[in-house]
């Protein structure tokens, strides 16, 4: 854990993230901005982007600017998948893995992601669980489920097959590899997840059930009340104030992860504006 407590943590290295941690350091506050990486996935996908005042160009052509720009205001990046985030009464204590960050106040910028398997959400805490440094312990000499969004959660599935007696891994993507006996990957994607009350296996596409008595989900975004207790939310989208503020005290949020339209300039504006919220909130803290 380290010992430093930053004035603001902000979660998600896209644009609303970004504009957040450049406006705080305009404002000179201690933060600490930390992501899977800065500038991801979807930033780089956009082939043309037509409605980004001032730019005509694409996604990796945006992304570049960006870069350069945070070079030159010295914006400092960390990269950290966050875990949990967790209120401490006075503030906020972040987990990644073994790591954990401690922060007075928080802004939320982890973007969307559609859930590949619509009945997840019902099963959340009931055998499906997005982090497996977290909840892997839990499946002892168990059959696990896991789907991964890239190459890089082959180590948190290897993770689970260390304690899991049996791991199924669905990946979405080509050319898998594992480093674990006990991981067997299935290509058929998974349709439906089943059980009563609890996760008992997942029905794939191709109508096959497997028995199982946990489904990980391993990839960049969590929902976010799953990575944050107790923070209120409408359809899977945080719900924000004009401020950017949520039920949470201390904490904001911004950019898609607050809702539609799932646009760069409307990130931006509110990873702006949380800036602005978290600076008077430290100021009457
Ligand atoms: C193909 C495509 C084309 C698009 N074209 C346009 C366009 O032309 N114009 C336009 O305005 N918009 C466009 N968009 C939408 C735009 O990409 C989004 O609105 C914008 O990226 C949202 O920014 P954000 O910072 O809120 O979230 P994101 O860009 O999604 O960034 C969130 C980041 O947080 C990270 N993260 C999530 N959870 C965690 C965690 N627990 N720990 C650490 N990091 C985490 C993610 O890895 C991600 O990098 C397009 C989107 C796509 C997919």
Redesign the pocket.
Known sequence: MENKVYDVAV????????TAALTLKNFKKEFLW????P?????L????????PTFTGN?VELAALLERQMALEEVPFTR????GVYATGGGFMLT?GKTAFSARSVIL????ETETVESASKYLGRGVSYCAVCDGSLYKNKTVVCELSSPNYAEEAEYLAGIAKKVYAFCKYKNAEFRAENIQTVEDPIALIVGEGRVTGVVTKSGKMLEADGVFFLK???PPAV?VGGLETEAGHVKVARDMSTNLAGLFA????TGRP??????AGE?LVAAFSVHKFLVHD
């Open positions: 979660i998600g290295g896209g644009i609303a993230g970004y930390v992501g899977v990486k500038f991801g996935e979807k930033l996908k956009a082939e043309r982007v037509k409605n980004f996604g950290a998948k966050i875990d990644s910028a982890t973007g969307v960049d975004a969590a990575l911004a950019g898609d992860v799932y646009q760069y300039i409307k990130a990873g």
